[in-house]
């Protein structure tokens, strides 16, 4: 959507460097297979680029040129292996083409059906999907819209072909989370 596009390169822009990697990211990445790793959303880049400083090959997808430029430079200079693709992930047919990944993460978005029902079919068998995001709690806190939170448990039986690995809900500096670990079933 061209709204969001705007709203987010009009942020983007506005930021320098990159914040540390996610916290549930490094609570639970070695459990991820190693190879390659589809960053949802990846905005300017803080996960992608520290897993692709662990070594992994990493395809960072945006709405925001503006992000994804970011995350391009900040590869090029310190020789790192990742590819950017703009995308509406509203619209998200495309990244079939590009899969399958060894690991998918998703970190502080949350996906329509369409794009959530292609999360199987993304994943080699054995393969993760990571998912942390803000919950209903930080509605009250701070305003965050409620179509975009995660809800109690919501996702938990949700796929069919992915076993449920991890599911918590917490706190951290920067809000309330709840943090998935699923696994390709072999199926
Ligand atoms: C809260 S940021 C999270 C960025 C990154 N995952 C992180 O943890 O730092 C949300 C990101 O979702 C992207 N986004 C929002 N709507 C989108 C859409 N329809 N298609 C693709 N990306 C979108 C924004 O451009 C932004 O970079």
């Given at each position: 959507m061209i709204a969001d596009q705007?709203?987010?390169?009009?942020r983007h822009a506005g930021r320098t460097g990159h914040h540390p990697a996610d916290t549930y990211l490094l609570k639970m990445q070695h459990h991820l297979k190693p190879g390659r790793l589809l960053d949802i959303a990846s905005g300017r880049g803080?996960?992608?680029l520290h897993l692709a400083k662990s070594g992994y090959d990493v395809l960072a997808v945006d709405i925001s040129n503006i992000g994804l430029e970011a995350i391009q430079d900040a590869a090029n200079l310190n020789n790192l292996n990742i590819k950017t693709l703009l995308l509406d992930l509203d619209h998200p047919q495309a990244l079939m083409s590009d899969g399958p990944f060894d690991n998918v993460i998703i970190i502080n978005f949350k996906p329509l059906k369409n794009l959530l029902d292609l999360m199987p079919d993304l994943l080699v068998a054995g393969g993760k999907l990571l998912w942390c995001s803000f919950n209903e709690l930080q509605i009250d806190v701070s305003g965050f819209n409620p179509d975009k939170a995660l809800y109690p448990a919501e996702f938990v039986s949700h796929f069919k072909k992915l076993n449920l690995i991890d599911y918590c809900r917490f706190e951290d500096a920067s809000g309330h989370r709840d943090g998935y670990l699923f696994e390709r079933n072999s199926v």
């Open positions: 705007t709203k987010w390169n009009e803080r996960n992608g």
